[in-house]
Nanobody, 123 residues
Framework: QWQLVESGGGLVQAGGSLRLSCAAS????????MGWFRQGPGKEREFVAS????????VYANDVKGRFTISRDNAKNMVYLQMSNLKPEDTAVYFC????????????????WGQGTQVTVSS
């Protein structure tokens, strides 16, 4: 079972940047894909990005493409989400997620979640 701890959230102005981090444990990190999801106020949790076990294949939601970059450090069991050109609509709690597979197939592959970190973007 994954244990996932996010950090790096905060308050930022529109157009600014933030880098989220996720420390993962509990499973063989180098075997599985990892992802980021978010849940905005009054909204359902939604997929943001995923990265394959080897860091090669990355998948992004349409509304973050070109602004967000997911990465991982397999030596440190860490996943990151670099967010740039942030918009007020990016305001949400961001969750790190662990997959049961080595690469992204579908959103339902992700069944383990961290506690989340709040990102607030002011206009």
């Amino acid at each position: 079972q994954w244990q996932l701890v996010e950090s790096g959230g905060g308050l930022v102005q529109a157009g600014g940047s933030l880098r989220l981090s996720c420390a993962a444990s509990g499973r063989t990190f180098t075997t599985y894909a990892m992802g980021w999801f978010r849940q905005g106020p009054g909204k359902e949790r939604e997929f943001v990005a995923s990265i394959a076990w080897n860091g090669i294949r990355k998948v992004y939601a349409n509304d973050v493409k070109g602004r967000f970059t997911i990465s991982r450090d397999n030596a440190k069991n860490m996943v990151y989400l670099q967010m740039s050109n942030l918009k007020p609509e990016d305001t949400a709690v961001y969750f790190c997620a662990g997959s049961d597979y080595s690469d992204f197939r579908e959103v339902a592959d992700f069944g383990s979640w961290g506690q989340g970190t709040q990102v607030t973007v002011s206009s």
